[in-house]
């Protein structure tokens, strides 16, 4: 049974930095894109980041560009991501997820939509106070 398993949620005041981790389990997906998505109250799941297969060409929403940092370790079936100088707008929960299909080319950029990810992990809470 695949699982995806966010850590690394919390409280932190504004500005401040978080590091959530994603691990996959019940299979390996290093042929497959691997991005974060996040949720907050009221609205609806938007694109946060995402990472092709190799690790080597990386999305992010104009919201999160310049202070979030996505990654990913073969090895360790898991992906990342780095926040830094984090805004009461960012707080969320954040779901890790993995695309249904393989990357699209050898160095093709990810895939952003919600619906071309077919692995969701259960979500981690980011809170960021002013």
């Known amino acids: 049974q695949v699982q995806l398993l966010e850590s690394g949620g919390g409280l932190v005041q504004a500005g401040g930095s978080l590091r959530l981790s994603c691990a996959a389990s019940?299979?390996?997906?290093?042929?497959?894109?691997m991005g974060w998505f996040r949720q907050a109250p009221g609205k609806e799941r938007e694109f946060v980041c995402a990472?092709?297969?190799?690790?080597?060409?990386?999305t992010y929403s104009d919201s999160v560009k310049g202070r979030f940092t996505i990654s990913r370790d073969h090895a360790k079936n898991s992906v990342y991501l780095q926040m830094n100088s984090l805004k009461p707008e960012d707080t969320a929960v954040y779901y890790c997820?993995?695309?249904?299909?393989?990357?699209?080319?050898?160095?093709?950029?990810?895939?952003?939509?919600?619906?071309?990810?077919?692995?969701w992990g259960q979500g981690a809470l980011v809170t960021v106070s002013s």
């Open positions: 997820a993995v695309s249904k299909l393989h990357s699209s080319g050898y160095s093709a950029p990810p895939y952003t939509r919600a619906d071309e990810y077919g692995y």
């Open positions: 019940g299979r390996t997906f290093n042929t497959q894109d």
């Open positions: 990472t092709n297969w190799r690790g080597d060409s990386a």
